[in-house]
């Protein structure tokens, strides 16, 4: 009995210990929490600054948003290829900012793609009598990103784990045994290659992004590289005027040709520096970039549309491209605007997009007078395609609610939405005009 009784108050002095212990911890936490609650107040903590995200997202500008309310951008299935529909100028909603910023938004949210390294470029000369096994196989390689990318986007916002685990994995299985048969292909007539497993593995980026990724084996990627480095310099203001003045400028600075030239860069500018958001006032120092040949110059149609329709009644227009690769495009409401010089691809034709928007015109017999407007309906069409051959995008227009003249226009930009230089002043510009009437 005596032995029990002790059992039973050493028993009772642990469970003490584990209490006072208990006590003792949740003091030591509580003081924690005090103070990180007092510095919070100060330099707050990365997760206190995860929640307080409104104060860092700002509304859209008016028609940066789908009509439908789907956000910035839409996707929508045509000829065999994913069109990416970037609304307005390409911000996010507020909600959207705020998922972004909190670690929360579906991995779609930014019109996500899948990124592949480039196989062509790594592969030696390839012998004639293996070329059309390893044409097939480059063209399986295309289409196993095609149906990864169909996936993706009716998937993705299944979260990172379940893309990386249900579509990323299984399309690198995919593309190392293809890649393991191209140099077996042009093994057995040559030497065979080797390190072509390490381009097995894609990721998930941004569609804004895709185009420089890509174009990594033509001059186009590259230059596009060094635009996003020069554009840092452009952020800065200085220099980006200073890069622009001492390389561009200075060299076709003394041409002798007594123009009177009033300026070549921002050296002497009043205005504060672009920085990439839509301002005015500014000045922008970004180079101009590359300028195609004048028979590589993009030019666009429309082709087919309604003479008239009723109000708020949804139609199309048929937009044919041609010389346009339409595979860059840097939102405007995230800081793209201006940034990036231009960039043309490995056939010297120019990475961009094209614009569609539709305003109703007050007056035909003068030009608008408010020019700042926003228009009924405004999209940018960026899927990825695009050459020189004529290549056809339906634009979808869910409406116009006045009625009246609708004036519906369609012209090509770059990556950060300038129309494309021409290498001739006398050349026409890649835009096309209708009117519609609204009744």
């Not at 480095?229 to 622009?244: A, K, S, V």
Request: glycine letters at 12%; hydrophobic letters at 35%; proline letters at 5%.
């Amino acid at each position: 009995m005596r032995r029990s009784t002790g059992a039973r108050r050493s028993s009772g002095n642990a469970r003490s210990k584990r209490l006072l212990a208990a006590v003792g911890a949740l003091v030591v936490f509580g003081g924690i929490a005090a103070v990180t609650q007092i510095s919070s107040a100060g330099d707050k903590p990365r997760q206190q600054q995860a929640r307080n995200v409104s104060s860092a997202c700002v509304a859209p500008s008016p028609g940066a948003t789908s009509p439908s309310g789907r956000g910035s951008t839409t996707q929508t299935w045509q000829n065999g290829r994913w069109v990416r529909n970037h609304w307005g100028d390409g911000q996010m909603s507020v909600a959207e900012c705020q998922a972004v910023k909190a670690g929360n938004a579906p991995v779609t949210t930014l019109a996500s793609t899948v990124a592949c390294p480039e196989v062509t470029p790594r592969l030696p000369q390839i012998p004639a009598q293996a070329k059309a096994e390893v044409d097939k196989e480059l063209a399986l390689l295309k289409t196993q990103i095609d149906d990864a990318n169909k996936r993706l986007s009716a998937e993705g916002r299944n979260g990172k784990a379940f893309i990386d685990n249900a579509i990323l994995g299984p399309l690198a299985d995919k593309r190392r045994s293809a890649l393991n048969r191209i140099a077996t292909a042009i093994g057995r007539f040559a030497q065979r290659p080797q390190g072509l497993e390490q381009l097995a593995g894609c990721q998930v980026a941004a569609a804004a992004n895709n185009g420089g990724q890509n174009g990594g084996n033509n001059n186009g990627g590259q230059n596009g590289n060094n635009g996003g480095q020069n554009n840092n310099g452009g952020n800065n203001g200085n220099n980006g005027g200073q890069n622009g003045g001492n390389n561009n400028g200075g060299q076709n600075g003394n041409n002798g040709n007594a123009l009177g030239v009033l300026a070549k860069d921002c050296a002497n500018s009043r205005l504060q520096p672009h920085d990439g958001f839509q301002n005015g006032n500014r000045c922008v120092s970004t180079a101009f970039g590359e300028v195609g040949a004048a028979a590589n110059n993009p030019s666009l149609l429309i082709t087919q549309f309604p003479n008239q329709v009723q109000r708020n009644q949804a139609f199309s227009l048929k937009v044919s491209t041609r010389n346009l690769v339409r595979d860059r495009f840097l939102a405007a409401g995230q800081g793209g605007y201006y940034l990036e010089s231009s960039v043309l691809n490995g056939q010297g034709l120019t990475r961009g997009h094209f614009h569609t928007a539709c305003r109703m015109l007050q007056n035909t017999n003068q030009a608008p007078s408010n020019p700042q407007d926003v228009p009924a309906f405004f999209v940018a069409t960026e899927d990825g395609k695009g050459g020189n051959q004529s290549d056809d995008v339906t634009i979808q227009i869910p409406g116009l609610p006045q009625s009246g003249t609708a004036q519906c226009a369609v012209w090509a930009g770059d990556g950060s939405h300038r129309v494309p230089m021409m290498e001739r002043a006398n050349q026409t510009p890649a835009f096309d005009v209708v009117r519609i009437r609204v009744n």
